[in-house]
T-cell receptor
């Protein structure tokens, strides 16, 4: 079975540009999570969707960040405008119904904002 | 307050040695889940195991084994006959309550296996 798929795997952009990260959860999973990982702060939950609806976005850093889940098999995380401090690895994870605690992670997108 | 402590920042062993990674947690909940994840140098996060608070049986999967002891609030991970491919950062995590999506992460232990 395919795991969580993320694209792109690497992204280098200049400050001020828009960045869009993409995620396809595992088929049959109804919860989706976006995380950010940095050396300083470790793993941070940015947003949690359940059945395509955002349930908890308290971890989204600021208005420059937005996330959507238009259907059960696709989600995006957008940063506009990007800043150097957004440089991090962004992970998408998904979990199956009734087991939101057991999260399977994608390979991550390594973002560098110059 | 809930917390996960991985006191070992970095461990280095020679291949074929056994190694144990420690994880100590704090929670007031009687229902909770504990996890181990592996993050190899390539960067992905790999789910290894989930254990619920009502099941204290030790688990073995190949060279990996986990020892869950509620009396000491520990969930330790042992790799037997370590291999270079085991080199990674290993994270322990805690989720309180039932189906709680919020994971409390340890800081991680970097394991280096030397050939």
């Amino acid at each position: 079975d395919a795991g969580v798929i993320q694209s792109p795997r690497h992204e280098v952009t200049e400050m001020g540009q828009e960045v869009t990260l993409r995620c396809k959860p595992i088929s049959g999973h109804n919860s989706l999570f976006w995380y950010r990982q940095t050396m300083m702060r470790g793993l941070e939950l940015l947003i949690y969707f359940n059945n395509n609806v955002p349930i908890d976005d308290s971890g989204m850093p600021e208005d420059r960040f937005s996330a959507k889940m238009p259907n059960a098999s696709f989600s995006t995380l957008k940063i506009q405008p990007s800043e150097p401090r957004d440089s991090a690895v962004y992970f998408c994870a998904s979990s199956r119904p009734g087991h939101q605690e057991t999260q399977y992670f994608g390979p991550g997108t390594r973002l560098l904002v110059l | 307050a809930q917390k996960v402590t991985q006191a070992q920042t970095e461990i280095s062993v020679v291949e074929k040695e056994d190694v144990t990674l420690d994880c100590v947690y704090e929670t007031r909940d009687t229902t909770y889940y504990l996890f181990w994840y592996k993050q190899p140098p390539s960067g992905e996060l790999v789910f290894l195991i989930r254990r619920n608070s009502f099941d204290e049986q030790n688990e073995i999967s190949g060279r990996y084994s986990w020892n869950f002891q509620k009396s000491t609030s520990s969930f330790n991970f042992t790799i037997t006959a370590s291999q270079v491919v085991d080199s990674a950062v290993y994270f322990c995590a805690l989720s309180e309550g039932r189906s709680n999506y919020q994971l409390i992460w340890g800081a991680g232990t970097k394991l280096i296996i030397k050939p």
